[in-house]
């Protein structure tokens, strides 16, 4: 709805971000046109804070890439005529190679309505489980050690607790830069309680640290028996909740025994551990001393062949201590996607059913099939997605429907599950931008809307179902997702199954579901939302599940009376054995590769590589690596660098950096080929997986890595965008008005002033060209200006060690070049060193590390604080005050 709220500022909607599972609820107007984004004061999550992505939300609000219309092989076409094909296709192959052959793969990016008929389509009415999501990617061990423990994919933990707790223990997740307004609340619980210690426990220095009492950079995969030894520390020290353990908890003697089994003595575990005896007694007396302790865990524990046992780790500890459905305590696992977990809910997995149901579970299945009316009810799990493109290529799957996900570039052993992908007999692929790595492969391809555009429920990481509400039409003939769905079943003959007029029709269905037969046996239920009329589905206010009518608010924390979802009503504490990852580090490949995910950006780029402000913190694909390290392989920083496992490889800028122990690279997930030659991570990243959860192994794949000599190195910049995909080496990023191409050769151009005019078209009327070729440095520059405006300007170097791109790409926003800058242009730098403002380190505002640094020493500025007073840097969204941090120290001399 639409509301006035000043002279030219309208407010358009009250929504939730896009990105991460924080959730947080955001406000957009529209002020002169322009549409804008900030944090919503009253929303739970966030109370009114944004981290760099959401505050640039409103810079991905246009049309440009979207997919606007159905296409069959290449060829628009009508929706008519798409479901026709689809539905014949569907068909056929289920009659030629059985139901099974016929699969879909959805998202953690859709709405729950979205993902509660695609399941529905396929457990009821396909009529097996070969649909998973991409939160097998980041989740699914979490949902499995959270059901052996407490027999539901419960997190019973909220935000609140946050600001309840005296300790919190930060294990495998970068915080400051994955869930960056958890980061944010708990600096302000730092500030608000002098009691609160934070513990990170990472292998890498990440810029969570900077708000550590305490740094634990274990040994990589050690968590377990990290864990183990914490179990058998509370034991020895007497930390035990008796009551709790005698009335409400199974199986600590076995948990106990296996972590004796594997811990050892404090001084053996410490060094297994990678850390120093002293720093391991310390935690663990932090950890027993205070009792109101919260352990924060996300994809370092999630993302590992044994990542299941990892979080049952976890949770022991909290069990055997009685730390758990209390105020400020307890285990709670950090999300990744906006709707990881209301994929979960409507039984997204292909070993779960809808409303946290058991597809093993004779009574569950009659129940759904029930409530759905449907002529089939999955019974058997169906592939999890690593096994699902394995069934593509062993010509078990024959037909696959991507939705709202891009596995071409996120799934491990990338290059493998291309292959799938093209191999597959008939693939659709449903997504809202036109060109991505796996729309690219479809034989169809179906326009969906996407924020903005879309309207449903989405749930957090603390369990809050919130809005996404709609403020903008879909271009083109874009549809919601449920809608493509439901449309899609009615054509195949399931008509009055998939008859919804809206969102909130299948909403109230789903809720009904949730509710039916439950008498609280079952920890998902929502049947308070079952009769929700428009203006109350229109006005839902974020509520954490469960929401019933004994509690229709819904339920902040779980397991407050101490009863759990097992059989036996208890919570289980599992024995566990730890466990080494799947493939080890050998003479050919000595390193650990670990990937995750940049401040910036958001996993394959399609919105987030759009905004120019997220394109400036990383700019290009990287590889980071210990100093040690870079000089044992030859590698000095900036080199371009292969990166090779025994699955693919990458071509990638080495970043040559302390924070990153010896034996391991850090790469980003984010770049796939829509933005550079050769740096799709999960090409080299290894298979292997958990094998109760399915989760692979992202953490940990064997490389090695070396040093590529190019015969030339460059960047262009341009306010058109080229095409490149000829050059070598290339990497595409978006700046301010402009398009920036880090670029490398091996073979230097016979003369380089025609190659650079036809690479820029410095051959039309008007262009007046400006170049410089030093013969002995092998060095050429050159810009194409049309009247005194900037156009495009190309560096050539033998080497990487170029001029810096900032005061050039800041060039481009001005109409017309003074004398002074045309002058000094090709020399890449300003006679001003201050016109230089350096590599972007506030989104936010555009401010610059030479800004910044200038600032500290010219003003004696002593705190981050200050540095906002003076240049406004951290002071809107905050994601940069890590490295305001670590700047203040470098300037002062610190490090
Ligand atoms: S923390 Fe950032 S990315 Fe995550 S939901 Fe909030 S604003 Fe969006």
New binding site residues.
């Given amino acids: 709805m639409t509301k006035s709220v000043g002279v030219s500022e309208e407010i358009l909607s009250k929504t939730t ?1 896009p ?2 599972g ?3 609820g955001v406000i957009v107007s529209r002020d002169q046109g322009e549409y804008k984004v900030r944090g919503n004061p009253d929303h739970p999550a ?1 109370l009114g804070r ?2 760099s ?3 640039a939300l409103a810079e991905t609000l246009d049309d440009e890439g979207r997919m606007l219309h159905p296409q069959i092989n290449g060829m628009q076409s009508t929706w008519d005529d798409a479901f026709e094909l689809m539905g014949r296709r569907f068909q056929e192959i289920i009659a030629e190679h059985g139901r099974d052959s016929v699969a879909m793969y959805v998202s953690g990016q859709i709405l729950t309505e979205d993902y509660y008929v695609a399941n529905k389509l396929m457990k009821g009415f396909i009529g097996n489980a070969n649909i998973d999501t991409n939160s097998r990617l980041c989740m699914s061990s979490v949902v499995a050690g959270q059901k052996r423990a407490f027999g539901s994919d419960s997190v019973p933990c909220c935000y609140d607790d946050i600001d309840r707790t005296n300790l919190i223990v930060l294990v495998g997740s970068n915080t400051a830069w994955c ?4 980061y944010q609340r708990i600096r302000q619980a730092q500030k608000n309680n002098p009691n609160l210690d934070v513990v990170v426990i990472d292998p890498r220095k990440t810029a969570t640290c900077d708000i550590a009492s305490m740094h634990l950079a274990i040994t990589a995969g050690s968590d377990a028996l990290l864990f183990n030894g914490l179990l058998t520390y509370l034991n020895d020290k007497g930390e035990v909740n008796k009551p709790f353990i005698d009335n409400c908890v199974e199986g600590s003697d076995s948990a106990l025994n296996a972590a004796y089994e594997s811990s050892a003595e404090m001084p053996t575990l410490a060094k297994k551990c990678g850390l120093e005896l002293d720093e391991l007694e310390r935690f663990y007396a932090l950890f027993a001393r205070k009792e109101k302790v919260l352990t924060l865990y996300s994809q370092g524990i999630n993302q590992s062949s044994s990542g299941t046992d990892k979080v049952n780790s976890i949770i022991n500890c909290h069990l055997l201590s009685g730390r758990i459905g209390r105020p400020g305590m307890g285990a709670f696992s950090l999300t990744g996607q ?1 709707n990881a977990m209301g994929g979960r809910e409507v039984g997204g997995l292909a070993n779960q059913l809808a409303a946290h149901m058991e597809l093993e579970n004779k009574d569950h299945r009659n129940l759904v099939q029930q409530h759905w009316q449907s002529p089939y009810i999955a019974s058997k799990a169906g592939y999890k997605a690593v096994d699902l493109f394995e069934a593509i290529l062993d010509d078990k799957v024959k037909a696959l429907w991507v939705i709202g996900t891009n596995p071409a570039v996120s799934m491990p052993n990338n290059n493998r599950v291309k292959e799938a992908l093209s191999h597959c007999e008939f693939l659709v692929v449903q997504d809202c931008m036109q060109n991505t790595d796996t729309a690219d492969l479809a034989h169809v391809l179906l326009p969906a809307s996407t924020w903005g555009e879309r309207n449903g429920m989405v749930t957090n990481s603390e369990r809050c179902i919130s809005r996404q509400r709609a403020f903008r039409e879909p271009p083109g003939v874009a549809m919601a997702d449920w809608q493509i769905i439901s449309k899609f079943a009615q054509t195949i003959g399931h008509h009055d199954a998939f008859d919804y007029a809206s969102s909130r029709e299948i909403f109230n269905e789903y809720a009904a579901l949730s509710g039916k037969e439950n008498n609280g046996t079952r920890d998902f239920d929502i049947s308070a939302c079952a009769n929700l009329d428009e203006k109350a589905y229109e006005s839902f206010v974020p509520s954490q599940w469960p929401i019933t009518f004994k509690n229709p608010v819904g339920t902040p924390r779980l397991f407050e009376d101490g009863h759990f979802f097992t059989p036996s009503g208890k919570a289980q504490m599992i024995p566990i054995t730890p466990r080494a990852a799947v493939n080890p580090t050998s003479d050919k490949y000595p390193l650990i590769l670990n990937t995750g995910r940049i401040r910036d950006q ?1 996993h394959t780029m399609t919105r987030t590589g759009k905004s120019p402000t997220l394109s400036t913190h990383f700019s290009e694909a990287f590889v980071q690596l210990h100093p040690k390290d870079a000089k044992k392989y030859n590698i000095i920083k900036d080199d371009l660098v292969s990166v090779v496992s025994a699955w693919g490889d990458v071509t990638v800028r080495a970043i040559v950096t302390e924070d990153i122990p010896m034996g391991m690279v850090f790469s980003s997930m984010h770049w796939n080929d829509q933005y550079a030659s050769n740096a799709l991570i999960d090409s080299v990243v290894n298979p292997a997986c958990d094998p109760i959860s399915g989760q692979p192994e992202f953490k940990h794949t064997p490389v090695s890595i070396l040093p590529i000599k190019k015969a030339w190195y460059g960047f262009l910049l341009s306010r058109r965008q080229l095409d490149l995909s000829t050059q070598d080496y290339w990497n595409l990023n978006k700046g301010n008005g402009l398009w920036r191409y880090e670029i490398a050769g091996n073979e230097t151009p016979k003369v380089w002033s025609d190659n650079a005019r036809n690479l820029l078209c410095a051959n039309e009327d008007k262009v007046s060209w400006m170049e410089y070729f030093d013969q002995s440095a092998q060095t050429y520059r050159a810009a194409r200006l049309v009247g005194d405006k900037l156009e495009s300007c190309i560096f050539i170097s033998p080497n990487p060690h170029l001029p810096s791109r900032d005061w050039l790409m800041a060039l481009f926003a001005k109409t017309s070049l003074a004398d002074k800058e045309k002058m000094f242009l090709l020399s890449g730098r300003s006679n001003d060193a201050s016109e230089d403002a350096g590599a972007n380190i506030c989104a936010c505002f555009g401010v610059g590390k030479n800004t910044i640094v200038k600032a500290i020493k010219e003003k004696n500025i002593n705190t981050v604080e200050d540095i906002g007073k003076s240049l406004q840097a951290g002071t809107n969204c905050g994601s940069c005050i890590p490295e305001l941090t670590a700047l203040l120290k470098e300037a002062k001399n610190l490090v």
Avoid: F
């Fill in positions: 971000c990105y991460c924080v959730g947080c966030n944004l981290c992505k959401g505050a869930h960056p307004v958890i906006p958001w």
